[in-house]
């Protein structure tokens, strides 16, 4: 990364810092920085347990949450592609029902970012920070196309920062995304340019937290990197010091009557589903790459910590590759290109 964006990510730091068709058709149709890091495969330290201790038959109830029909696909529209030298991004629309049968009709975006070496090429799915998407997803994205990778970073359609969401609806945006990634790779299998056989995922932040889940639950996804991200939701949410998070959480908690942090989380304990934590053991450790920050006060180091015991397997000695940063989160996600560079490395194994 150079210097201008070492600069930019101190300056986002500080300022951070300082805010107090049915489907059948349709998809037939398409188819005409830094120091302070090192890579691990031992237990970074002694990890927390994870959700644990879920039944076969309770991660079997959890994973029909993301169930969805294919009919769910309306109509897919691919817009021209805009070229540039080294890959070319096109917009791909979906129209789609909501597999959740809450909100309807509603249009789901991917940016498809396609490398020009010739395919069938390896393909990552790119998932979004906090804040959607920004300068970061396109970044991995751009980076993943020069080299020889496609990349599609998919488009949230709901906002984390809306204050109108229910506390108890949070599982259903989560769900909703999961899902997004599950018909993205149908979609992907219809293109002769992708290896079906290679089919990643990778995310930074909240981000990182949205890899790991639908990691956990879509095994088209073969391997996975998250950077910086955890799991145990309601923990996050409560010892976040993430201001954008923070301001959401406090004014949802006055809207509904939820006095104190510890009240919040045993409420978001009793009513959120599903987490990350809740299929690691679904997953070989192996193929799942955390870049882990500590000290980090926007995930917190507890929480990632836990999602690497959700994926570890440690009477077999087996646990997901690590990498460690001491650089504190934001500095860490905005290495961008370094992350990307060791998550190819990572998938090409």
């Not at 993301?66 to 540039?84: C, G, M, W």
């Not at 979004?128 to 080299?147: I, M, N, Q, R, Y």
Request: charged content about 25%; hydrophobic content about 40%; aromatic content about 8%.
């Amino acid at each position: 990364m150079n210097n201008i964006v070492r600069l930019f990510a101190v300056t986002i730091l500080f300022s951070v810092s300082n805010l107090s068709l049915r489907a059948e058709t349709a998809f037939k149709q398409v188819s005409v920085l830094v120091s302070g890091t090192e890579i691990s495969v031992a237990p970074p330290v002694a990890a927390p347990a994870g959700q644990g201790g879920l039944s076969e038959e309770e991660i079997g109830k959890k994973l029909r949450l993301f169930d969805y029909q294919k009919t769910d696909v309306l109509s897919i529209k691919r817009n021209p592609p805009a070229e540039h030298l080294e890959y070319s991004m096109e917009r791909i629309e979906l129209r789609i029902n909501d597999p959740l049968r809450q909100l309807g009709e509603y249009a789901l975006e991917y940016r498809y970012y396609r490398t020009t070496e010739p395919g069938p090429r390896p393909t990552v799915i790119v998932f979004t920070p906090f804040s959607g998407s920004k300068t970061l997803d396109a970044w991995a994205a751009v980076h993943f196309a020069k080299s020889g990778y496609n990349a599609v970073v998919i488009l949230p359609t709901e906002s984390l920062t809306d204050k109108t969401r229910p506390f108890d609806k949070l599982d259903d945006l989560l769900i909703r995304e999961s899902i997004a990634a599950r018909m993205c790779i149908d979609l992907l299998e219809t293109f002769p340019e992708v290896d079906k056989a290679r089919i990643y995922a990778n995310g930074i932040s909240m981000g990182g937290i949205r890899t790991a889940l639908a990691f956990g639950v879509e095994p088209r996804i073969i391997k996975a990197a998250e950077v910086v991200g955890g799991g145990d939701i309601p923990g996050i949410i409560v010892d976040t010091h993430f201001v954008m998070l923070t301001n959401a959480r406090d004014a949802r908690m006055q809207t509904e009557g939820i006095a104190t942090l510890a009240e919040l989380k045993a409420y978001l304990e009793k009513v959120m589903a599903v987490d990350p934590l809740d299929f690691g053991s679904l997953r070989n450790p192996e193929d799942l790459l955390m870049v882990m920050g500590d000290g980090d006060r926007f995930v917190p180091d507890l929480y990632q910590k836990k999602l690497y015991a959700a994926f570890s397997r440690p009477l077999e000695g087996r646990y997901p590759a690590v990498q460690q940063s001491t650089v504190g989160h934001i500095i860490t996600a905005f290495d961008v290109s370094r992350y990307v560079d060791q998550a190819i490395e990572f998938f090409g194994r």
